[in-house]
């Protein structure tokens, strides 16, 4: 059974750090696509960054340069590092494989 699970989301200061994790189980992790994505209120969700099954990373126009998605496959974990934090940046985050959603974890920048 697939299960991912979100972990880091908090309330941080503009111009502040959060590192999500997100931790894999029931696939072989490591060969898949993988990514972010994030909800904020009254928006879709949309795409943050993403490993391609091929390990190439991608990132959305406004986010790149200050977020990074990195992954340990040794902890079937991926990691989505975000610094220079902005209000927009403030949403629902989920992890994303395949059909499969994790349930969110909420990140907050105050002003």
């Known amino acids: 059974q697939v299960q991912l699970v979100e972990s880091g989301g908090g309330l941080v200061q503009a111009g502040g750090s959060l590192r999500l994790s997100c931790a894999a189980s029931g696939f072989t992790f490591g060969s898949y696509a993988m990514g972010w994505y994030r909800q904020a209120p009254g928006k879709e969700r949309e795409l943050v960054a993403r490993f391609s099954s091929g390990g190439t990373t991608s990132y959305a126009d406004s986010v790149r340069g200050r977020f990074t998605i990195s992954r340990d496959n040794a902890k079937n974990t991926v990691y989505l590092q975000m610094n220079s934090l902005k209000p927009e940046d403030t949403a629902v985050y989920y992890c994303?494989?395949?059909?499969?959603w994790g349930q969110g974890t909420q990140v907050t920048v105050s002003s």
């Open positions: 994303h494989y395949s059909a499969y």
